[in-house]
């Protein structure tokens, strides 16, 4: 079963320059979520998305952006990426934003320098 | 959002039970007590939930506290797979409030 599926699993950016992390679910799940974990600390939320066609901010929003055009993607774009955005992304989906356990993906390793 | 404690760091012999802390002395009465573990590398799994009653699964089992102030996650024999990062989270039914993963509780499994 595929679950979640993010892409890239990794990649070494240039500062200034723009990248989408794509996430897929496959179990037809509303909600979806985008976090990041820096090195030796827990997760942090960046977006989220309660259903299709709609997102709200998380914990550490600037500088991203999400779109969710339908019910299996959540991509995760970065306009302008600085060192700081540097780290692990994890996207994770559940049944609802209220119910459900999260399921997540493997992560996708960005670098920016 | 209601904040957990967890404690940074714990370590456990192999085969021995562990029991993992936490403290949420703000729980509201919507609040259920979750747990995600991290294994090295990868991203969080689920590993179980409760309300008030005490639960079990393959996994582990989960004590509350009467006064829902306090939680214990049990691993019944702990293995060096267990050896992870285990968080606490308090999730709201009753709205729709996102998971919010605190620093959680390294658990360290020695052989």
């Known amino acids: 079963t595929a679950g979640i599926t993010q892409a890239p699993t990794s990649q070494i950016l240039a500062a200034g320059r723009s990248m989408t992390l794509r996430c897929t679910q496959d179990m037809r799940h509303n909600a979806m979520y985008w976090y990041r974990q820096d090195l030796g600390l827990g997760l942090r939320l960046i977006h989220y998305s309660n259903t299709a066609g709609t997102t709200g901010k998380g914990e550490v929003p600037d500088g991203y952006s999400v779109s969710r055009a339908n019910t299996d993607d959540f991509p995760l774009t970065l306009a302008s990426a600085v060192p700081s955005q540097t780290s692990v992304y994890f996207c994770a989906s559940s049944l609802g934003v209220g119910t459900g356990e999260l399921f997540f993906g493997e992560g996708s390793r960005l670098t920016v320098l | ?111």
């Open chain 2, 1 to 111: 959002d209601a904040k957990t404690t967890q404690p940074n760091s714990m370590e456990s012999n192999e085969e021995e039970p562990v029991h993992l802390p936490c403290n949420h002395s703000t729980i509201s009465g919507t609040d259920y007590i979750h747990w995600y573990r991290q294994l090295p590398s990868q991203g969080p799994e689920y590993v179980i939930h409760g309300l008030t009653s005490n639960v079990n699964n393959r996994m582990a089992s989960l004590a509350i506290a009467e006064d829902r102030k306090s939680s214990t996650l049990i691993l019944h024999r702990a293995t060096l797979r267990d050896a992870a990062v285990y968080y606490c989270i308090l999730r709201d039914y009753s709205g729709n409030t996102p998971l919010v993963f605190g620093k959680g509780t390294r658990l360290s499994v020695i052989a």
